[in-house]
């Protein structure tokens, strides 16, 4: 199963993240990284041309290139509209501390904002929070969710 990473964290999480996900049998390949400040439409345009992948988009909130305030759900909503869910592969979304609070909001089933994904999507995306990153059980925890959203055992390394 490829991975694309769309706006990663800065470098001393986005190691950490990278390590457990490779425990968890995905390749990370240089070119399949959209740098951060990327905006939505732009990386939306990439991912169309990437269907079923395995994404990594963390939340964190940011601004792109353009002075936009954009986050990880956002980004997924954009191209759910744009794709539909069922062409979306699981999805790996680290939080920070600061930002999980936020995220379990959007992310829940009872969330009122027009900024919460659909449940559909919402099935699809696995909250890895920062102090979870370096847990023992995660990359198998990963390795679940890739299996139960399309990946193969076949796919992962």
Do not use: C, W
């Not at 909001?105 to 994904?117: C, E, G, H, R």
Request: zero cysteines; charged letters at 30%.
């Amino acid at each position: 199963m490829k991975l694309t990473v769309v706006r990663p964290y800065r470098e001393e999480i986005r190691e950490r993240v990278f390590s457990t996900l490779e425990k968890a049998g995905l390749e990370i390949d240089s070119d399949r990284i959209i740098p951060p400040g990327t905006p939505d439409e732009e990386a939306i345009e990439v991912l169309e041309s990437r269907p079923g992948d395995a994404l990594l988009v963390p939340f964190h909130a940011q601004r792109d290139e353009e002075g936009h305030r954009t986050n990880g759900i956002e980004l997924l909503n954009g191209l759910s509209e744009r794709v539909g869910v069922d062409a979306l592969g699981p999805v790996i979304m680290p939080v920070s501390r600061f930002g999980a609070g936020a995220a379990r909001l959007l992310l829940s089933p009872t969330a009122f904002s027009d900024d919460a994904p659909q449940e559909e999507l919402r099935n699809k995306i696995l909250l890895i929070t920062e102090e979870e990153i370096d847990e023992p059980d995660l990359p198998a925890r990963i390795r679940n969710h890739l299996l139960d959203h399309g990946g193969t055992e076949a796919g992962l390394g």
